[in-house]
Each structure stands twice: as C-alpha cells, then as structure tokens.
C-alpha cells in the first residue's frame, strides 16, 4: 500500500510539474498581434497541386498494380 501511495504522489507531482512548466506566458496589453498569414489568396494553387499529386499517385498506382 505505501508503494502504490508513493507512486500515486511521484506521478501526480510529475505532472504538475509538466503544466507549470509549458505554461505560456501572459502576452502585455501593449503589444500588437502580428498580422496573419495571406493564405485565403492562394489557395487555388495549393488546390490545384493537390489534385495533381493525387492524380499522379493514383495513376502510379495503378500502373504498379496491373
């Protein structure tokens, strides 16, 4: 019973000790966000690469399998 109470306390320790120490700082009040990423602008190119990388995978595929 002391065994599995010990391991009880070192495990619950352990993982305070994890979220204290990945705990993220407080951001101050006067410092600006930077702006996000223009990802809506292109996003047809990343759609179109897509698409064709599936399209080769899949023609490779059937290549290799007949």
């Known amino acids: 019973m002391k065994n599995n109470l010990l391991k009880f306390y070192l495990s619950g320790f352990v993982t305070f000790i994890s979220l204290i120490s990945t705990a993220q700082p407080v951001d101050p009040p006067a410092d600006p966000d930077p702006l996000p990423a ?5 996003i047809i190119w990343l759609v179109i690469g897509a ?7 899949i023609k490779k595929n059937k290549v290799a399998n007949t």
């Open 38 to 42: 223009p990802i809506d602008s292109q």
């Open 51 to 57: 698409i064709v990388i599936a399209y080769y995978t």
